[in-house]
């Protein structure tokens, strides 16, 4: 069965870092897809970031590329999403996902994607 916890969120000044972290369980994690969502209030669940299985490949949503680093560790079951120079409209609730399929290079982009997802942690970025 699998399942994800997301922590490290907080508060953050504007310009700041945070660094986000997914836990999951579950067998085969090596091989699934792991992505990044965020909602903000109000507004649709929107793709941040993914990672395939191997941590080869790596996709960004366009805004982000450049602020946004993820990562993974598959000896710990892990995934991390490093977000730098935040500013106020990256406050979301960050969710992390996984599609143990391995998924495409077209459904990582995509939430329903993802059949497993996190509870999510809040991210906030004062001006």
């Known amino acids: 069965q699998v399942q994800l916890g997301e922590s490290g969120g907080g508060l953050v000044q504007t310009g700041g870092s945070l660094t986000l972290s997914c836990a999951a369980s579950?067998?085969?994690?090596?091989?699934?897809?792991m992505g990044w969502f965020r909602q903000a209030p109000g507004k649709d669940r929107d793709f941040v970031a993914a990672?395939?299985?191997?941590?080869?490949?790596?996709y960004y949503s366009d805004s982000m590329e450049g602020r946004f680093t993820i990562s993974r560790d598959n000896a710990k079951n892990t995934v991390t999403l490093k977000m730098n120079n935040l500013q106020p409209e990256d406050t979301a609730v960050y969710y992390c996902?996984?599609?143990?399929?391995?998924?495409?290079?077209?459904?990582?982009?995509?939430?329903?994607?993802?059949?497993?997802w996190g509870h999510g942690t809040q991210v906030t970025v004062s001006s």
């Open positions: 996902a996984a599609d143990p399929t391995g998924g495409s290079t077209v459904s990582v982009r995509l939430e329903q994607g993802y059949p497993h």
């Open positions: 579950g067998h085969g994690f090596h091989n699934w897809a």
């Open positions: 990672i395939s299985g191997s941590g080869r490949n790596t």
